[in-house]
């Protein structure tokens, strides 16, 4: 009776093809009709990502998560500020839709995981004391590389108005647990099990929306090189190489073409137990990143509230 994990989120965009060469770019996989896109990780069979088209803005339309005991969750939604509603026009009713007390959407769905990709290499590191590679080259000639392959969605943040109440709804309603946060600005929640350090995130802002969705690759080189790819691809801000304090993960952001963020990572933090794990206060200092370059400027500005006023 609890979430399990992130499967997937839905965008409503006013420009189909801006969007698809986007997430092209970014290394997932597109499936087209006329007024929708599902985009896939290589190799993956859920989808990750969904457009829509729409005539207006973008909007987050809804998180897609997995969960099991549906009919037991559908019951502490309700007490915890949340409705349980009809699945929305061109969706099916299969599992569970809710609104939480802000009005995001969420679709849970009792769905298997994507089974977990084959381990690479290891990313080897001679450090002082401990070298590991001997006559060999850590790196290939840049060109000897193949273009960003992403092995699954992470995670995804949103923007909300009251962070620690969508954290309370998240942790009471859909069983998941807090991992760290920073004061009431920032904040990252785990499934109770088996789950990276964060499958949702949230950021205050007047208003909701995605600030980001983030994809694992293989290592920090591929974070790096695939970051810079994008961004030379989107023409648009972005943000990284660097490394995040909460979660520990090596990060490159690149915005997307409505102002939110899509994220490459690469070693996160595991936690196996919630029970056996202390989350953390942060200050402020460290609730964007441990090291990297200076944040910009945009990087928590909400564009879709901007945009419905």
Not at 119 to 131: E, Y
Request: with cysteine; aromatic share 10%; net charge negative.
């Amino acid at each position: 009776m609890a979430v399990l994990g992130v499967a997937g989120f839905t965008l409503e965009v006013p420009d189909m093809d801006a969007g698809l060469a986007f997430y092209r770019a970014a290394g997932l996989v597109a499936d087209v009709s006329e007024d929708r896109a599902t985009l896939v990780c290589p190799g993956g069979e859920t989808p990750c990502v969904t457009l829509i088209r729409s005539s207006s803005r973008m909007r987050l339309h809804h998180v897609t998560l997995r969960a099991d005991a549906l009919d037991e969750m559908a019951v502490r939604v309700p007490a915890h500020g949340g409705k349980v509603v009809e699945a929305p026009a061109g969706f099916g009713a299969d599992g569970l839709w809710v609104s939480d007390p802000h009005g995001v959407l969420f679709h849970l769905v009792e769905l298997a995981p994507e089974p977990a990709p084959p381990a690479g290499p290891s990313f080897a590191i001679n450090a002082p004391g401990a070298i590991v590679r001997v006559r060999q080259s850590a790196m290939a000639p840049s060109g000897n590389y193949p273009p960003a392959r992403p092995r699954k969605l992470g995670h995804v943040a949103l923007f909300t108005p009251d962070v620690l109440a969508s954290v309370d709804f998240v942790t009471d309603a859909f069983g998941m647990a807090l991992a760290d946060r920073a004061q009431d600005v920032v904040a990252f929640c785990c499934a109770r099990r088996s789950s990276d350090h964060h499958v949702l995130a949230f950021a205050k802002s007047p208003g909701t929306g995605l600030h980001h969705a983030s994809f694992q690759v293989a290592d920090p080189d591929e974070v790096g090189r695939a970051g810079q790819a994008l961004a030379n691809a989107a023409g648009r801000g972005h943000w990284g190489f660097g490394r995040h304090t909460i979660g520990s993960n090596f990060f490159h952001y690149i915005q997307d073409p409505w102002g939110s963020w899509f994220e490459y990572y690469s070693d996160m933090d595991y936690i196996d137990d919630h029970a056996l794990w202390q989350p953390t206060v942060y200050g402020m200092e460290d609730a964007m990143a441990n090291w990297g370059p200076p944040v910009p400027a945009d990087f928590v500005h909400n564009y879709q509230v901007e945009a419905a006023q």
